[in-house]
Nanobody, 115 residues
Framework: QVQLAESGGGLVQPGGSLRLSCTASGTIFIMNTMGWYRRAPGKQRELVAIITSGGNGNYADSVKGRFTISRPTAKNTVYLQMDSLKPDDTAVYYC?????????WGQGTQVTVSS
């Protein structure tokens, strides 16, 4: 059974940085894509960033230039480096992994940006 383990959330001041990590276990296959979504209070879940097994990344417009997604080659691990954080980035961040047409989700990690 595939499981995703996330880490790295927390409280940070505006302008600060955090790094999220996620590792998928329970499969011998390399995930087609891995990425991060977030849900802010009172809002719908939205895509933050996604990266393919080949290393191609895509970002939401709201985080371009501030967040960087990365993934070691042939590994089911994904990182999200978040810089210049803003209060609007406050949300629960969920790791996602997709293998063929099956989606897997982490339990979420809270990121709070506040002074």
């Amino acid at each position: 059974q595939v499981q995703l383990a996330e880490s790295g959330g927390g409280l940070v001041q505006p302008g600060g940085s955090l790094r999220l990590s996620c590792t998928a276990s329970g499969t011998i296959f390399i995930m087609n894509t891995m990425g991060w979504y977030r849900r802010a209070p009172g809002k719908q879940r939205e895509l933050v960033a996604i990266i393919t097994s080949g290393g191609n990344g895509n970002y939401a417009d709201s985080v371009k230039g501030r967040f960087t997604i990365s993934r070691p080659t042939a590994k089911n691990t994904v990182y999200l480096q978040m810089d210049s954080l803003k209060p609007d980035d406050t949300a629960v961040y969920y790791c996602n992994a997709r293998l063929r047409l099956q989606d897997y989700w982490g339990q979420g990690t809270q990121v709070t940006v506040s002074s």
